[in-house]
């Protein structure tokens, strides 16, 4: 993609979560089983990607929890404050990158509207412009017309 937007990081994020389970699941077990079991094998050493996963899902600071706070907020969205706030939140986090960390990494970045992510597969540069939009949970409001307009009593 020449763009990577909220949708690649959604893409990325799944597959972050595919690898963890992976890892979990296939490595991590076996090689428990094999040691319990006493059955001789050589050590397979693999990333654990679990503070990548932490980076976007953590509930108190990850990306999508910043996303879904600033989509919150009053006043006129931009773009560009959610990637402010992401720099507040994530600056110190080894796997993000923007143009408030240090490096050279950092640097080649737009300072606005773009941040870095190392994933298990590589590092990935998204843009953030679009995410207010891509975002949006009109769901509620959706039902909250919906049933304004019914003539339901129990409703």
Not at 31 to 45: C, K, T
Not at 104 to 122: C, D, M, P, V
């Amino acid at each position: 993609f020449q763009t990577n937007s909220f949708e690649q990081l959604c893409i990325n994020f799944c597959n972050e979560k595919l690898q963890q389970l992976v890892i979990e699941l296939v490595l991590k077990r076996e090689q428990e089983e094999y040691a319990r079991e006493g059955i001789p094998w050589v050590n397979i050493d693999y990333f654990n990607n679990e503070a990548i996963c932490g980076l976007i899902e953590d509930p108190n600071k990850g990306i999508i929890a910043v996303l879904d706070e600033e989509c919150l907020r009053p006043g006129k969205q931009e773009d560009k404050n959610i990637l402010v706030h992401m720099n507040k939140k994530l600056a110190s986090h080894k796997h993000f990158v923007s143009s408030a960390s240090f490096g050279a990494a950092g640097k080649q970045l737009n300072r606005e509207t773009e941040f870095q992510i190392s994933h298990y597969a590589g590092k990935v540069v998204y843009s953030v412009v679009g995410f207010f939009e891509k975002n949006k949970d009109t769901l509620f409001q959706d039902l909250k017309r919906l049933l304004s307009g019914c003539d339901c009593q129990m409703l």
